[in-house]
Structures are given as C-alpha cells and as structure tokens.
C-alpha cells in the first residue's frame, strides 16, 4: 500500500515532549544537530548519542517506528562509512594491496555513522512528535524576523501547511486511482521501460485533474472565509511557551557547553 | 458450486502499526451465479474493504476467496484474468477518466483484455447504451459532462469488460433522487438483460430493496447477516441498533402487522399499496369493533 510510505508521519501521544512548544522543539533540534557534529572525541559524541537515545524513550513511541525512519538511509549510512574506512591516516590495522584501513578511518567510519543516524532519529523524533500545523506554525514564528527583508513569511508557512496537508491525500486518491485502474486491467507491474511509462497516464491524468480541483476548490473556500494573507491576521493557538521549556532549554545549553567543554579537555579524534 | 465463496475472509489495514484496523472480520459466505445481492452497511463498517478483496484488488489477511471453487490467490500472477471476471466500479468512479473521449475510456478495459479495436468499440456501444448514454456523447471529452453522465460513462467502462461478476461501491452517493432511481432502474435491467451476478454496495436500505434478491449486512467488520431482502427488512429494530434506517413503509406495515393487521412485510410504496388497498376497499380494522 502507497501510503504505508512513512512520510516522516505525526504519531500522536501524550509524552512531555508531545508538549513542548514546537519552536524550542524546532530550534533545539537545530542546536543538537549542529553539535552532533561539534562532538570531535568518544566522550562527547558519547554524550549526543545517550542524548538522542534519551529523547527517543522521551517521546514514548515504539522503537520500532524509528527503525522503519532509518531504512531510507540505511544505504547511505553504509555506503560513506564504508568509503570512510580507506581514508584517514594513523595506525594501520589491514593492509590489502593499495588499501589500507587505519584507525583514522575507522574512527571516521564509526563517527559518521553515528551523525547521520542520530540526525536521522533527531529528525524523526521532531516529526512524529509534532503535528504538520505546529510545525509551519513554529516556523512561521522563528522565521518572523525575515519580515525585514520582505520575505512573506506568513504566506510561505501557509504553502507549507497545505502542502503538508495534502500530501496524504494525494496519496489516497494514487491509492485509489490505481486501484480502479487495475480494477480496469491496467497492467503496472510487468512491461519494458516504455510500457510503463505508457501504464502511468491512466493514474497521472486523473490525478492531476483531481490536484486542480481541489486547489480551485480550496482557493475558492479559502477566499469565502476572507482569507487575505498574513495582514493583521490573528490565531487561535497562540504558541506559549511553558517552565517546563525553559527547563529544557536550559538543560540543553548546558548540555552543549558540556560537549564544548569535553572538545577542549580530551584529544579530538577525528576534525 | 458456489461462483463466489470466501472463508473466514479476514483483512486487516496496517499490520503492525499504531494503525492497525481490522477492516474485514472472518467473513464466510456463498454467492451463487446469477444472484443480485445487495451490501449494506454503515460507514466504515467494511464494505468496500470486503468488495475489494473479492476481485483481488486487496489481498487478505487469511482467509480464502474461491472464484468458481479456485483460490483466485492460487497463481498470483494470474490475478489479472480474476479482475476481468470480477468487474468492479469503484465509489465515485468518475474520478478514473482519463481518455480523449468518452469512447475511448470505455475501451480501455475491454483493451486490456487483448480485444482488437472493433470488438472492443462494439462491446463500449453497448455498454454505453446500458447505462443510457447518448451515442453524441461518445466523442466528446469526458472531462466536459455533467456529474452523472460521468458515471455512466465510469460504470460503462466496467461494463464493457462483460464480467460474470459486477460489483459496484455505493453507484448512486451524490446522485439526485431521481438520477439515482435511473441509475438503480438501469443496473437492475442490465441485470436482467445479462442474467451475471450483482453485488451493489450501498448505505441506504431503499437503494436495494427493490432489486436485491439476497442483502448481506455488515456491520463493525462483520457479516451480521446474509438472508433474503424480505427476511432482512423485517428485523428493523436489529437494523436501527447498527444505525441503518428501514425505509418509512416498511416500518409503518410492521407495526400494522403488530396491531393485528393481514399485511406483510413490505419493501415499496407500490407493494404496500397493493396489500392495504383491498383491505381499505373491504372497509374497517381488523380486530376493531
Ligand atoms: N486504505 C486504508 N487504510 C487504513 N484503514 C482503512 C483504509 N481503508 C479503509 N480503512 C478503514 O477500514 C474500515 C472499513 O472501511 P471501508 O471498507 O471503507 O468501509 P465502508 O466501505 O463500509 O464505509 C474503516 O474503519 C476505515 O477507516
Ligand atoms: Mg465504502
């Protein structure tokens, strides 16, 4: 089923960090990921990966669901790690013709692994804990200040939101159309290259006669509500943000400056 | 031998998400060739999950379907041929039209069965004239009709297939009472004409009461119960607990019948007409004095 695709999907709960106020959510994630890769030594990558760990359990979501987010980049993951062996200078551990594995490479392989995995979760942690519309919300705040330029920030967090919005339902309506095509005896599975290019314009065609209904039709909705951009325009959740996110805030600072600290103290491993 | 025939059919959307719905619970029952049965259920009781699995589109959970005693799984790369046997107009099936013409979106079924260009323009005349499509109609855009003569032409491209079996989702939701009855007239006369099996999938009890021979009732999943359209109409209060609304008539001849009266379970205004007619004619109530 097409939209078993998880789509960095909000799964909702009731965990504290359900909670948060999604702009310290959004900025936080922003800093942890930024130090994942500030850490340079065991220790304080040490530190970002028992964090990351901490904030999956935080979030009460089974394990399992962050796993099927790390299949995408499974691949990737492997594939630079691998490449990362051969490079790098030190001890060398296997000699293999003009190959080499040092312990700088390892050290390298091991450390980006770990980046982009706990990017990986970091992001998917956010995702699942935070609704499509806190979200665009939350960017459209932090974004605020870009006003200054002219950038119509209100307007860009609102495509956003109706882009986000949709991207389920296209998805059901794929879904859907496919299936009244095959009940059709469209044939998507088997042919050459042309042949299934051919087989995509029964689904592509009423898709995108349907997309353009629905944009006329929302439009239309949208301009009978009065709707006129972000002029002047109030909400009705407006943001707060709690103790229990200033608690957080803070705890993360000095989390940071503990992995600084740790940079500075021990030897770096890899730069 | 049952032409359909499933066995604890079970589906389940979501396996092993937060998401897990059971969609279709252990269904077991046996359709017979040339039945019209009627589907009836409300919202989200698996309706169309269940139709879904009947012609392949969705494969269960466990379970079987057996197509003329054959497990349509047997071979999955022959699923196909199933699809041809088991013709299926999906809920809003104006939403599939892609073609230039309307002609042409007809054929597009009948083509994929590998039928030359003429027998599968013969078979889309045909079709087109069951549902009542104008034969002007034929050249134009399907994008230009109205709302209704895209139906038609949406079940006419099902049609054309000539299944064995049609099924059809809710064929009438968003028609207007008068372009549903043409509808439902047109269905049944084809029924009629072709002698194949119907299943016609609906919400509404007044939809299949004039057509339906058998009606299956779903209900949160299940089949809850599967008996012939007059025996399914008289349990109306076992219908009104699983929200479904008897249609008035039927409701008003029960209680006469409770009160004493020689009437009958009646699904149609012309059917009640008829019972009460005489007894009106005859003069007094029963049991009055
Ligand atoms: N593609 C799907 N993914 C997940 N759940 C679904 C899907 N389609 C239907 N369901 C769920 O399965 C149940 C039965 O749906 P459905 O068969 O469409 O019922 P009906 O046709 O009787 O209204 C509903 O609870 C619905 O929410
Ligand atoms: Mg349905």
């Known amino acids: 089923m097409i939209r078993d695709v998880a789509l960095g999907q909000y799964i909702p709960g009731k965990s504290g960090i ?102 990986m979760l970091l992001s998917a942690a956010l995702t699942f804990t935070t609704s499509p519309t806190e979200l665009t919300d939350a960017i459209e705040r932090l974004l605020k200040p870009l006003k200054i330029f002219h950038v119509k920030v209100h307007e860009i967090a609102m495509m956003m939101t109706i882009a986000l919005r949709f991207v389920p339902t296209l998805l059901e309506e794929t879904d859907k159309i496919m299936s009244a095509q095959k009940a059709r005896g469209a044939d998507l599975e088997s042919g050459g290259l042309m042949q299934r290019v051919k087989a995509l314009i029964p689904i592509l065609i009423p898709l995108f006669v349907s997309a353009f209904r629905r944009a006329y039709d929302l439009a239309m909705a949208m301009e009978c509500r009065c709707y006129h951009g972000g002029e002047g325009r109030t909400r009705m959740k407006v943001l707060k943000a709690k103790k229990s996110d200033a608690v957080a805030v803070i705890g993360a600072l000095l989390l940071c400056a503990g992995v600084i600290l740790l940079n500075i103290f021990l030897p770096g491993t890899v730069r | 031998m049952a032409l359909i025939e499933t066995k604890d059919l079970t589906y389940i959307y979501g396996e092993g998400t937060p998401f897990r719905k059971v969609a279709v619970d252990s269904v077991s029952l046996k359709i017979e060739k040339g039945e019209f049965i009627g589907v009836i259920g409300h919202t989200g009781s698996g309706k169309s999950t269940l139709i879904q699995t009947l012609n392949g589109l969705l494969r269960p959970t466990s379970g079987q379907i057996l197509l003329d005693g054959r497990d349509i799984w047997e071979d999955p790369k022959k699923i196909r041929s199933v699809r041809f046997r088991v013709g299926m107009v999906f809920q809003y099936p104006e939403y599939q039209l892609f073609e230039e013409t309307v002609l042409k979106d007809i054929c597009f079924g009948p083509k994929n069965m590998g039928l030359s260009d003429e027998e599968a323009e013969q078979r889309a005349r045909k079709a087109a004239e069951f549902v009542g499509l104008a034969p002007e109609l034929l050249e134009k855009s399907p994008f230009d009709l109205s709302g209704g003569q895209k139906r038609r032409v949406a079940i006419a491209g099902v049609i054309a297939m000539d299944p064995d079996v049609l099924i059809l989702d809710e064929p009438t939701a968003g028609l207007d009472p008068q372009g549903r009855d043409v509808l439902l007239a047109q269905i049944s006369g084809y029924h009629k004409v072709r002698e194949n099996t119907i299943l016609l999938v609906s919400h509404s009890m007044e939809d299949i009461a004039r057509t339906a021979d058998r009606i299956l009732v779903m209900n949160d999943s299940k089949a809850v119960m599967f008996e012939d359209t007059k025996t399914v109409f008289s349990r109306d209060t076992q219908l009104e607990a699983m929200g479904l609304r008897v249609p008035e008539i039927t409701k008003i001849m029960a209680s006469l019948k409770e009160k004493g009266w020689p009437v009958d379970t009646a699904l149609t205004m012309e059917e009640a007409l008829r019972q009460l007619m005489p007894l009106l004619g005859k003069g007094g109530v029963p049991g009055d004095s």
């Open chain 1, 18 to 119: 359900h909670r948060m106020d999604p702009r310290v959510k959004i900025s936080l994630t922003f800093l942890f990921i930024i130090f994942l890769f500030v850490g340079s030594n065991y220790a304080s990558m040490g530190v970002m990966t028992v964090l990351v760990a901490g904030i999956l359990l935080a979030t009460g979501i089974p394990l399992r669901q962050y796993f099927k987010s790390l299949k995408a980049v499974l691949f990737v993951v492997i594939f630079t790690s691998v490449l990362n062996l051969f490079y790098g200078s030190g001890q060398v551990l296997v000699q293999w013709g003009v190959m080499q594995i040092t312990e700088g490479g390892v050290n390298r392989a091991v450390f980006i692994a770990l980046r982009i995995v706990c990017l």
